[in-house]
């Protein structure tokens, strides 16, 4: 099942990441590109043929769609990124030295070990560069024609945006749904950008059980389920995203929403609405869930 696969980064990671990026390099040309394997970019002819397809063309855009990053470019192609569980894009200067890309400037693209992992580069017309630090080596390119972004796989079968629903068509997603509330709120097909983090503090704050069937759950269940959605993701979006793991911004710094995590990995703790409840954690198939067992409620 697509839930019981890691979901970092979520829609607010990706979403940071995509803002700064256009702040950077929209309206740059690239002038070359550097990948350390073939395997990043999925397409015919390799790294070669995509390094040639892109040279000497201008950003003109840089969207999300769920977790994936679209870039346009000039002509008629667009470049598809995935980041996958442990990719970010950083955006800076980098020089080789003894085989290893070094940033050029100190800070945490220089320290941060998460951002030391270096598997491929654009090179812009202004010098600087946007890399792909990516320890687990998963994330992957590819090149389409404009026309054919929203017909790749990766992306057809797609949910709705969470921030796109207004209550009427998000409670309109729960009709005749079955199944346990967490596993369907992680379900890319249902709804996408939402991964184990976001979806154990939407359900805290929405005051709701991660294991509530889902049929059993009352309209005012449901609209404190979207209320909560967008509110949490638009926090998060605020604080930049949450790097208790690998995410790092382009700048190479942290976000902080792992600094007011209220749910997620935060077994043991009183609940932050000091309600007597300590935060608790169980298995739903391959995954956590954290939840406080007074004040979420199982429908
Ligand atoms: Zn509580």
């Known amino acids: 099942?697509?839930?019981?696969?890691?979901?970092?980064?979520?829609?607010?990671?990706?979403?940071?990441?995509?803002?700064?990026?256009?702040?950077?390099?929209?309206?740059?040309?690239?002038?070359?590109?550097?990948?350390?394997?073939?395997?990043?970019?999925?397409?015919?002819?390799?790294?070669?043929?995509?390094?040639?397809?892109?040279?000497?063309?201008?950003?003109?855009?840089?969207?999300?769609?769920?977790?994936?990053?679209?870039?346009?470019?000039?002509?008629?192609?667009?470049?598809?990124?995935?980041?996958?569980?442990?990719?970010?894009?950083?955006?800076?200067?980098?020089?080789?030295?003894?085989?290893?890309?070094v940033s050029k400037f100190s800070g945490p693209l220089k320290e941060d070990r998460q951002n030391q992992y270096i598997r491929y580069i654009w090179i812009f017309n202004n010098s600087y560069q946007l890399a792909m630090s990516d320890v687990r080596r998963f994330s992957r390119i590819i090149l389409v024609r404009d026309k054919d972004v929203s017909g790749l796989k990766e992306i057809r079968d797609l949910g709705p945006e969470p921030l796109e629903l207004n209550a009427e068509s998000f409670g309109r997603l729960f009709r005749a749904k079955k199944g346990k509330i967490k596993p369907v709120l992680m379900d890319p097909t249902f709804i996408v950008g939402?991964?184990?983090?976001?979806?154990?503090?939407?359900?805290?704050?929405?005051?709701?059980?991660?294991?509530?069937?889902?049929?059993?759950?009352?309209?005012?269940?449901?609209?404190?389920?979207?209320?909560?959605?967008?509110?949490?993701?638009?926090?998060?979006?605020?604080?930049?995203?949450?790097?208790?793991?690998?995410y790092r911004l382009p700048s190479g710094e942290k976000g902080g929403y792992q600094n007011i995590q209220k749910a997620y990995q935060q077994t043991g703790k009183k609940c932050a609405r000091k309600d007597g409840g300590v935060i608790t954690r169980i298995k739903i198939g391959q995954r956590s869930a954290h939840f406080c067992p007074k004040h979420q409620r199982i429908a």
């Open 194 to 246: 939402i991964g184990n983090i976001y979806a154990d503090e939407i359900l805290w704050d929405a005051g709701v059980h991660p294991l509530s069937q889902i049929d059993k759950l009352s309209k005012d269940d449901i609209n404190r389920i979207f209320k909560s959605t967008r509110k949490i993701l638009r926090l998060a979006i605020r604080y930049k995203g949450d790097s208790m793991d690998d």
């Open 1 to 101: 099942m697509t839930w019981s696969q890691p979901d970092i980064p979520e829609l607010p990671e990706v979403e940071t990441i995509v803002r700064e990026l256009r702040k950077k390099i929209i309206g740059l040309k690239i002038i070359d590109f550097w990948s350390d394997k073939e395997k990043p970019v999925h397409q015919a002819g390799g790294v070669t043929k995509f390094k040639k397809e892109i040279q000497g063309k201008k950003v003109l855009s840089v969207v999300r769609r769920a977790k994936f990053i679209v870039i346009d470019i000039d002509g008629d192609k667009t470049m598809f990124i995935h980041q996958k569980i442990s990719g970010h894009l950083m955006y800076g200067k980098w020089e080789q030295k003894n085989g290893q890309w």
